[in-house]
C-alpha cells in the first residue's frame, strides 16, 4: 500500500464525480500524476543541459570540418 494524499475539493466536483462511479478516479489521477512529475522532471534535466552548454567554450573550428575530417580519417 502506498501512502495517502488528501485534497479537499469543491462539493460540486465532488458530486460529478460521483455520477461516474465505474470509472477508476484513483488510476486515472496517478497517471496525471505522473506524467506530470516526468513532464518536470524532463524541465529540469533540459535546464541542467542549458546550464551546462552555457559555461562550454565554442570552438573555433567549424563544427563541419571536424566532421569532415573524422570521416575522411576512418577511410
Known amino acids: 500500500m502506498g501512502e495517502i494524499l488528501s485534497i479537499p475539493i469543491p462539493k460540486e466536483i465532488k458530486a460529478r464525480l460521483e455520477e ?8 486515472y489521477l496517478i497517471e496525471v500524476l505522473k506524467r506530470r512529475l516526468k513532464e518536470f522532471e524532463v524541465q529540469n534535466l533540459l535546464s541542467d543541459i542549458d546550464r551546462v552548454n552555457e559555461r562550454l567554450e565554442t570552438s573555433e573550428i567549424p563544427s563541419w570540418r571536424l566532421i ?8
Open 20 to 27: 461516474y462511479k465505474d470509472f477508476d478516479w484513483k488510476q
Open 68 to 75: 569532415r575530417e573524422e570521416r575522411d580519417a576512418r577511410s
